[in-house]
Nanobody, 115 residues
Framework: QVRLVESGGGLVQPGGSLRLSCAGS????????MGWYRQVPEKEREMVAF???????HYRNSVKGRFTISRDKMKNSVYLQMNDLKPEDTAVYFC?????????WGQGTQVIVSS
């Protein structure tokens, strides 16, 4: 059973930075595709950054140049460095892993950008 646990959320002022971490467990192989989504109340969950197995990375247009996704495949972990945060980045951030055609999600970590 794949299990994902996020950490690193919190309250930050506009222009500040946060680093989210997601650790995967419950498998004896390297997860090839992992990334980050976010969701605000009454809206659909949206992709923020995702790294595919071939190394290709997709970013949401609104975070390009500010957010950076990175992986530690040996640890089945994924990270999201978020710089120059804006109030519109406020959301619950979820880690996602795509394994054998199935989506696995973490429980989410809250990010609040406010002065």
């Amino acid at each position: 059973q794949v299990r994902l646990v996020e950490s690193g959320g919190g309250l930050v002022q506009p222009g500040g930075s946060l680093r989210l971490s997601c650790a995967g467990s419950g498998m004896d192989f390297s997860i090839r595709r992992m990334g980050w989504y976010r969701q605000v109340p009454e809206k659909e969950r949206e992709m923020v950054a995702f790294q595919f197995g071939d190394g290709v990375i997709h970013y949401r247009n609104s975070v390009k140049g500010r957010f950076t996704i990175s992986r530690d495949k040996m640890k089945n972990s994924v990270y999201l460095q978020m710089n120059d945060l804006k109030p519109e980045d406020t959301a619950v951030y979820f880690c996602k892993a795509l394994v054998n055609g199935l989506n696995y999600w973490g429980q989410g970590t809250q990010v609040i950008v406010s002065s």
